[in-house]
T-cell receptor
């Protein structure tokens, strides 16, 4: 599975935008870029995903570099509830179908 | 309604015991997973079943035996529990070949082996 690299931790202030970077220089042409987050004592939850174009949904935006070797998850206005570990994952395809391999993630702290 | 539910939520047991964790999803998905999250918070895939067929079997001790009686259920049985088995076990499901591929996770089952 192709690997992703994320900063271990980031900090933000409440109601400010947050840009969470992810490097995935070995991404293959068929890999989707997925983002999940894990709030304390909960299971991971889906945030957003994309292939080549930038994507927006009610939770966040995903900006994908033109060469697809990096991407950025954008939270437009951070709230205290957004404090979580954010995982950038490449969804690869194999003979057993797709799988999601989680990396170490970025611990986001949101200050009031 | 809970989409992916796991039982029990907490499990404390002695070394050498055998225990099971159950998982059920009511989303109509065809693929289910077990992930293990250790104390360092790494989430590692253990097993995956697609329509009751084992499709992913990572390097996991054979003391761990998954069972899928139907596509809505995936249980995990662990024999001869060891201290290193202490972790949070997450069940997840999705439709394998769907492009969206959003994975739905349960709330986790925290296993503590004493």
């Amino acid at each position: 599975d192709a690997k992703t690299t994320q900063p271990n931790s980031m900090e933000s202030n409440e109601e400010e935008p947050v840009h969470l970077p992810c490097n995935h220089s070995t991404i293959s042409g068929t890999d989707y870029i997925h983002w999940y987050r894990q709030l304390p004592s909960q299971g991971p939850e889906y945030v957003i995903h994309g292939l080549t174009s930038n994507v927006n949904n009610r939770m966040a935006s995903l900006a994908i570099a033109e060469d697809r070797k990096s991407s950025t998850l954008i939270l437009h206005r951070a709230t205290l509830r957004d404090a979580a570990v954010y995982y950038c994952i490449l969804r690869g395809w194999g003979t057993s179908g797709s799988r999601l391999t989680f990396g170490e993630g970025t611990q986001l702290t949101v200050n009031p | 309604d809970t989409a992916v539910s796991q039982t029990p939520k907490y499990l404390v047991t002695q070394m050498g015991n055998d225990k099971s964790i159950k998982c059920e999803q009511n989303l109509g998905h065809d693929t289910m997973y077990w992930y293990k999250q250790d104390s360092k918070k790494f989430l590692k895939i253990m097993f995956s079943y697609n329509n009751k067929e084992l499709i992913i079997n990572e390097t996991v001790p054979n003391r761990f035996s998954p069972k899928s009686p139907d596509k809505a259920h995936l249980n995990l049985h662990i024999n001869s529990l060891e201290l290193g088995d202490s972790a949070v076990y997450f069940c997840a499901s999705h439709n394998r070949d769907a492009n969206t591929g959003e994975l739905f996770f349960g709330e986790g089952s925290r296993l503590t082996v004493l």
